[in-house]
């Protein structure tokens, strides 16, 4: 192998199914003898994914319907608090189901990496949509503690926050189960917002307990503690969003790829590693080091491997593209073209 020329460089869009069928079919690398399932990995995941939107949606809209007609009836800002949330939460299925549709899309020579990026947008979306909830959460709940009013129908007032407990649960273990099995941060994002807003829902029922017990500004502080709650939200889930967006990976992805890599015989050494969320998607690049004796089609061989192994390893990758260096030029330092001159252009480097 000539140690100065790339041994091969595989930049295959290749989803992977751990179920696949060994000893027959044919996929991008030819002769790998895998069927890598008949359904595309990412219509399935986004079928999954807006099939979880929509339960929750429903699960979430039934909840808060029930809770207006008690806010109504009982005049608890506690309860409108987190009503306001839930109608909040409900409608963070908006945007995260245009997301899952986009990500059906095909590449284009516009977007050749797909669509996925819209999931990241539909994340700010819906912390967007949380932030408003918690303002009008907390203009209410200051507002009945400058203006106190009475609240009523302490027993419709605990089905509520207890119905609001377990409708919210029940969406939180659903969003989190299908987000982790999917890959996807914008629905775990919103599963664990459902979590802590279920919780936030029993609140509303020390609120009427203090009530009765002849405490009437129990019901605003109630409100006042879930509206910081939902703030508290907004400041984890912003993070997580906006991390993917500037094409932060967790640390833990990054040490898996290092491990699968390093799994190939004949890969003398893992050099450079980089990785990024497009979506519920990873895509990687991975430079390997071999034997500078190696042939081209030995070279090839070896990407050919560390690209399966990855599959293997990361059910959610998507696209990875394997660089074979020989051992004496390892990394992408090698591959800087020296300052230079030439058709009459100034000195410059590439």
């Known amino acids: 192998m000539d140690p100065h020329s790339h041994a091969d460089e595989h930049g295959h869009d290749h989803p992977h199914h751990h179920g696949h069928d060994h000893g027959h079919g044919n996929d991008d690398h030819g002769g790998h003898g895998h069927t890598h399932g008949v359904i595309d990995p990412t219509i399935a995941t986004t079928d999954r994914g807006i099939w979880a939107i929509k339960w929750s949606f429903i699960g979430l809209m039934v909840t808060a ?5 008690v806010v109504v009836m009982s005049g608890s800002v506690g309860l409108l ?8 939460d409900a409608a963070t299925a908006i945007p995260l189901w245009i997301a899952f549709m986009f990500a059906r899309l095909k590449p284009s020579k516009r977007f050749p990496f797909g669509y996925g990026r819209v999931e990241d947008l539909a994340g ?22 400058l203006h106190p009013k009475p609240v009523t129908h302490l027993v419709a007032l605990v089905a509520a926050s207890i119905l609001g ?8 273990v659903f969003r989190i189960r299908v987000g982790k ?10 599963g664990y917002h459902a979590r802590v807003d279920g919780w ?21 502080i109630v409100g006042l503690l879930i509206t910081v709650v939902i703030l508290g939200i907004v400041w984890q889930s912003g993070k997580a ?24 015989s004949g890969v003398r050494e893992v050099s450079e590693v980089r990785a990024r969320w497009i979506g519920h998607r990873l895509h990687a690049e991975v430079n390997v080091t071999v034997n500078p004796e190696a042939t081209v089609a030995e070279g090839h061989a070896i990407a050919k491997e560390v690209h399966h192994q990855l599959l293997h390893h990361l059910p959610y990758l998507s ?16 591959h800087h073209i020296a300052e230079h001159v030439h058709d009459g252009l100034p000195a410059h480097s590439h």
């Open 181 to 190: 099995e999917i890959g996807s941060a914008a629905l775990v994002a919103d």
């Open 200 to 220: 936030t829902s029993l609140a509303v029922l020390f609120g009427a307990l203090g009530v009765w017990l002849g405490y009437p500004l129990a019901d605003p």
């Open 65 to 69: 319907l029930f809770q207006v007609v």
């Open 124 to 145: 700010v979306a819906i912390v967007l949509t949380i932030l408003f909830s918690a303002t009008v959460a907390g203009y209410q709940v200051v507002d009945r503690l």
């Open 241 to 264: 969003i906006f991390t993917r967006m500037l094409d932060g990976v967790e640390p833990e992805v990054m040490d898996e790829i290092q491990r699968a890599a390093h799994h190939v």
């Open 319 to 334: 696209r990875a593209v394997v660089h074979v260096d020989p051992v004496e030029e390892s990394g992408e330092d090698h």
């Open 81 to 88: 608090a987190d009503t306001i949330h839930n109608f909040g």
């Open 165 to 172: 407990f377990i409708g919210n649960e029940a969406v939180a």
